[in-house]
């Protein structure tokens, strides 16, 4: 980014009192633990501070990345040569009936699934159980539609509000969201901003809710590589068959590269050891994919976003 650039949009920001920081660090920002330093680390409170930041990057011709909990991402080692959002501050949530057996929840594109999960439980809602585990944003798990144990966002998704190409706010019901596995229309629309999402969930019986979580993040605590920072399942599943079983079938299992290793636990996963870097897990992944690819005919696709400098 040019010096000139870097300057303007400093004057911008501050000119508008919109809370930012330069060189910030990604790696901490990530579950993967890597990643270099971002030019413009701009932290939102909400979501008019969210457009007005948005609208000064794109005057200043920055490039923007979104983040939210950081555990689906890999940054490049040599970091992200714009404004990295931190979506965090967008984590309100309220909730309102809908009739007698089902209510709705809002919660802000920056609020954990974890939060919202905890939330459904305590107000003895059924429907988010398969979700308890899994440590994205709520804005996160609409853009990938995320889904575990036979489950997707989209079976209890409502509605998502967002800024669209002209940072105008819209709100659109899922059907029109297009969402299929692991993709959605915001995928397809990178420049649109996810604010909100509105789930429909419906009157259970709040210790039996608790039961099916605990029962699912003990099976995740049993197979998953917990213990090591990674972004959570490498590859996507492909059709008729599973990214993990293949690879442990190829003979993968701990195979490493740097400080990139498929998980000894569970091959679907890669691990960061300690020290390893995009570059590390780059390379893992295109020898893995390369290796199945050649001994089952399975092209496998990297379900981790990579985000270039």
Sequence with gaps: MQEQTITALCAALTAQQLPFAQGEPL????TFKIGGPAAFWCTPRDAEQLRRTLQLCRENGVRVYLLGNGSNTLFDDAGFDGAVIDMRGLSGMENSGLDTDAMRITAGAGQTLGRLCSKAQTLGLTGLEFACGIPGTVGGAVYMNAGAYGNELKDVLESVTFLDSDLQLRTLPVADLAMGYRTSIFEQNPDWCILSATVVL???????????????LGKRREKQPLEWPSAGSTFKRPQGA???KLIEDCGLRGFTVGGAQISEKHCGFVVNLGGATCADVLALCDEVRAVVKEKTGYDLEKEIRVVKA
Excluded: S, Y
Aim: proline letters at 5%; charged letters at 20%; hydrophobic letters at 45%.
């Design 202 to 216: 419906h009157r259970g019986d709040g210790a039996a809710v608790l039961a099916r979580m605990q029962e699912l």
């Design 242 to 244: 599973f990214a993990g």
């Design 27 to 30: 790696a901490p920002h990530t």
